[in-house]
């Protein structure tokens, strides 16, 4: 599966942004679909994750409250709900693909398929 991100941009403090990461193939609701980040100078760290049909989904404790993830599986298309953004939200997001068991996947940050980056960027 290939995965394209989008939707980065530059941001104030306290604004909203959402990305999407569309998938090519015809078995999006095979995979988990998760979302992950990458700030200068600092290794990625897991984001949000969301299971196969959408009823499950994992937040890293630093985004709980404030992100949603959710999928449109006849839209392959996997989104990250971004508000009351922070200056430490600034990051590279990258969105992964796995069709491992969401009992696997919800524990690891070793994801099958990953997307390119899409910047975002929040100012004070």
């Known amino acids: 599966v290939q995965l394209q991100a989008s939707g980065g941009g530059l941001v104030q403090t306290g604004g909203s942004l959402r990305l999407s990461c569309a998938a090519s193939g015809r078995t999006f609701s095979s995979y988990s679909m998760a979302w992950f980040r990458q700030a200068p100078g600092k290794e990625r760290e897991f984001a949000a994750a969301?299971?196969?049909?959408?009823?499950?989904?994992n937040y890293a404790d630093s985004v709980k409250g404030r992100f949603t993830i959710s999928r449109d599986n006849a839209k392959n298309t996997v989104y990250l709900q971004m508000n009351s953004l922070k200056l430490e939200d600034t990051a590279v997001y990258y969105c992964a693909a796995d069709a491992r068991p969401w009992s696997v996947v919800v524990t690891t940050t070793l994801y099958r398929y990953w997307g390119q980056g899409t910047q975002v960027t929040v100012s004070s």
């Open positions: 969301i299971s196969r049909s959408g009823t499950s989904t």
